[in-house]
């Protein structure tokens, strides 16, 4: 039988080298990564370290297919009074390592970490001196009231030049932290393979806590600067409340007030210091073009090829082009002055005498334009869309918003991203007629105003997502209305060799759609049926295009049918097993079931979400484990509701026996649940069954999933897994003769 004082806990962490080394190692519990852990520490001299309140003897990194991989003291006769042992058990030594060498990167000298700093005990606090100990960083691990911080940090004030603070997961410091001087630095380290990753980050008030890595933080006379703190003269200040500086940029250019005339200026949005406006813009320049380049007409216009645009020696605007590529255009929209200013009247046609474009001309400039911003993960506003699409000075209605949007929607699939999402208002969040076009779309949820830009902003990054992954290159806007006009008159609106090679283009495209097709790859299929779409000449062309979508939509529809199953699959293992996994491995199930759930969008995933929520919430209580104390004083409770389990008996789960206790046994670390019941039998005869057996599974059918590691931790025979159940039955029936 095991000693009566040893923690039979699996050990996670130890050091390396020597019993009093600040040198952290962890080991996995996965066995998969066991042989990464062999080839990083070749040496193999581990010790159960004094500075993580071990005993200072050695220590054996132990692999196991059937269980979690630990590692064990060499010698069984070790009384070991080590009260942590779990993967964050080493997290003090870590972060001390960490911050030790950044602080030499950053060029200070007399660096020195010192774990147990006098009237402390170890993973309490951890202190950093540096500049031959003038300066220090306190890392808080430990809770403290807020008397006591005051009155540490009053003390250490006094005794050093310099102090920054860091508080730990745990510490809820960090509120009169931030109250002091509006932002606090955390410290936390996470699982990477092998090893424990430190970050920092910075919290402010009614914000969540921005994590980075150490290497993207700097130190600066007042302190330490993250990524989202902004060092001025007088102090380190959160970079949000830095005001936007009108600085030049480098490569900006100076305007005469007479190169440029400016028109159309529509606000966009606005700052505290800023307003926004989309304009159009009609420039005096100069044009550069190779010796050989055909001269430009006068009557027509014209497209830059290859352009550069910077200033001639005498101030004008310099164009440099390789080629122009020319555009029809009316004699008389092109005239200009002697002085190359437009004629007097210059004014855009009203509404009345501007022909509107059909709605489909509307719908596919609409579509084309939200599309290309998701590809370059931007957004627009009202009036770019208006512009692009030929609509000078027409006001629409948001119920002819939503109908026209509606319409860009088309054709949805589930989880297929809203670009309507990518329009913004004139006060930079969602559209006014955003809510309108959801409801049109047939959104199922209930949303409120305070809502809708959270679904707007969580819709725009989809859209961004979406698109970024479909094609690298955007296609180009398509024709003007005006351009559409002035190409009138063309046999069947364009001449016959244009037709020819439109027809052409539409081949080629089809034939890449097909390749694609063939390959399985959808997203190159739907990129080239999209080109495809914008070249079809005639009815049947369109046609068949439609017949391709159509394929296109279904199979969309069965990859996300697909991808939900795979989803579906998670949670369903996440809710039989989840009690019993590992932190690391349900973190791992969570992540991957987060991911898919954000493929096929929050609609289908609702209820896969609710469970992914509630586990995450778990995970949470389970990262705090039980000290040997507090496993003790479970396993009393525990072994006296066994044994009036089996006087009555018959069998319990591990839910009921935690309401007949009144202990938050489901929250527990498997480990620390192991521990639990290894010490509720552990005065158990040999020649009698393990109280442990009563404890079920769901449905009472099968033992407990963690009833092979207890007879393991407690030396009793272990019978392989399949012969598994017939050993508890057995153990059942032993009890029930025994009452």
Same mark, same amino acid.
């Given at each position: 039988m095991p000693?009566?004082?040893e923690d039979t806990r699996k050990v996670q962490t130890a050091v390396s080298g020597h019993a009093g080394?600040?040198? /952290?190692?962890?080991? /996995?519990? $996965? %066995?998969? #990564?066991?042989?990464?852990?062999?080839? @990083?520490?070749?040496? @193999?001299?581990?010790?159960?370290?004094?500075?993580?309140?071990?005993?200072?003897?050695r220590l054996s990194p132990k692999q196991y297919r059937d269980r979690k991989c630990h590692f064990a003291h060499v010698s069984a006769a070790v009384s070991c009074g080590r009260t942590e042992g779990d993967e964050a058990s080493a997290d003090h030594l870590y972060i001390g390592r960490a911050i030790a060498d950044w602080l030499k990167r950053q060029n200070q000298r007399a660096v020195q970490p010192v774990y147990k700093p006098k009237g402390h005990q170890v993973r309490d606090v951890i202190d950093v001196s540096y500049e031959a100990g003038r300066r220090l960083v306190r890392v808080q691990l430990a809770r403290l009231s807020k008397r006591e911080w005051e009155e540490s940090d009053a003390e250490l004030g006094a005794r050093y030049a310099g102090l920054n603070w860091l508080f730990g997961p745990d510490s809820l410091l960090a509120n009169w932290q931030i109250d002091r001087q509006g932002y606090a630095l955390r410290v936390q380290c996470r699982s990477l393979g092998a090893t424990r990753e430190v970050e920092i980050g910075t919290q402010f008030p009614d914000r969540p806590v921005e994590w980075t890595s150490l290497s #993207?933080?700097?130190?600066?006379?007042?302190?330490?600067?993250? /990524? +989202?703190?902004?060092?001025?003269p007088s102090g380190i200040v959160p970079r949000h409340a830095v005001p936007a500086t009108p600085a030049l940029p480098a490569s900006a250019l100076p305007l005469t007030p007479a190169s440029v005339l400016i028109t159309d200026a529509v606000l966009s949005h606005a700052t505290d210091t800023h307003r926004f406006f989309d304009i159009s813009i009609r420039v005096n320049a100069r044009l550069s073009l190779p010796a050989q380049a055909e001269t430009p007409d006068v009557h027509h216009a014209y497209l830059p090829m290859g352009a550069t645009l910077s200033l001639d020696s005498d101030?004008?605007?310099?164009?440099?082009?390789?080629?122009?590529?020319?555009? @029809?255009? +009316?004699?008389?929209?092109?005239?200009?002055?002697d002085s190359g200013w437009p004629p007097a009247d210059t004014h855009d046609p009203s509404p009345q005498e501007q022909p509107l474009p059909s709605d489909a001309d509307i719908i596919?400039?609409?579509?084309?334009?939200?599309?290309?911003?998701? &590809?370059?993960?931007? *957004? *627009?506003t009202m009036a770019t869309l208006c512009r692009r699409a030929s609509l000078h000075n027409h006001e629409f209605s948001v119920e002819r918003w939503r109908e026209l949007l509606v319409q860009v929607e088309q054709p949805r699939t589930p989880g297929k991203p809203i670009l309507s999402a990518l329009i913004k208002g004139r006060g930079g969040g969602p559209a006014p007629f955003f809510g309108e076009v959801l409801r049109g779309l047939g959104w199922t949820k209930d949303f409120s105003?305070? #809502?809708?830009?959270?679904? !707007? $902003?969580?819709? &725009?990054?989809?859209?961004h997502a979406a698109y970024s992954r479909s094609g690298p290159a955007n296609p180009p806007p398509p024709p003007s209305h005006e351009a559409r006009i002035r190409t009138s008159?063309?046999?069947?609106?364009?001449?016959?060799? %244009?037709? %020819?090679?439109r027809r052409a283009t539409f081949d080629a495209l089809l034939d890449l759609a097909h390749e694609a097709r063939h390959a399985g790859?959808? +997203?190159?299929?739907?990129?080239?049926?999209?080109? %495809?779409?914008?070249?079809? !000449?005639?009815?049947?062309?369109? #046609?068949? *295009?439609?017949?391709?979508?159509? !394929?296109? *939509? +279904?199979? @969309?529809? $069965?990859e996300l049918h697909e991808i939900w199953e795979r989803l579906s699959a998670l949670v369903d293992r996440l809710n039989r097993e989840g009690d019993d996994l590992h932190p690391d491995q349900l973190r791992r199930v969570l992540r991957s079931a987060e991911e898919l759930a954000e493929e096929i969008g929050e609609e289908l995933a609702a209820e896969e979400l609710r469970d992914i929520a509630r586990w995450r919430q778990h995970l949470t209580r389970a990262n705090k484990r039980l000290t040997l104390s507090e496993m003790r004083g479970h396993a009393v409770a525990v072994r006296v509701a066994l044994r009036r389990t089996a006087r009555a008996g018959h069998a319990t789960t591990w839910g009921e026996l935690a309401l007949r206790i009144g202990a938050p046994l489901a929250a527990l670390h498997p480990d620390d649940k192991v521990a639990v019941l290894v010490e509720a039998d552990r005065e158990t005869p040999d020649d009698r069954p393990l109280l442990s057996a009563l404890i079920t599974a769901h449905g009472a059918d099968q033992p407990h999933p963690l009833y092979r590691q207890v007879l393991f931790n407690l030396d009793r025979p272990t019978p392989p897994p399949e012969a598994l159940f017939m050993h508890w039955r057995m153990a059942l029936r032993r009890h029930s003769e025994l009452r």
């Open positions: 000693n009566a004082e080394s600040d040198l /952290p190692v962890y080991l /996995p519990m $996965d %066995a998969g #990564e066991f042989s990464a852990f062999i080839s @990083r520490y070749s040496q @193999r001299a581990f010790f159960c370290g004094t500075l993580l309140g071990g005993c200072g003897q #993207e933080c700097s130190l600066t006379p007042e302190g330490i600067v993250t /990524p +989202d703190l902004f060092h001025t101030g004008t605007w310099l164009i440099e082009a390789r080629a122009l590529h020319r555009i @029809r255009a +009316d004699t008389t929209a092109q005239q200009k002055t596919t400039s609409f579509r084309a334009t939200l599309e290309n911003a998701a &590809r370059s993960k931007n *957004v *627009v105003d305070a #809502e809708l830009p959270g679904i !707007w $902003d969580r819709e &725009r990054r989809r859209a008159g063309r046999i069947g609106g364009m001449r016959a060799d %244009a037709a %020819a090679a790859d959808l +997203d190159a299929f739907e990129q080239n049926l999209f080109l %495809a779409e914008r070249a079809a !000449w005639s009815t049947d062309a369109h #046609e068949t *295009v439609r017949g391709l979508t159509d !394929w296109l *939509v +279904d199979r @969309r529809g $069965d």
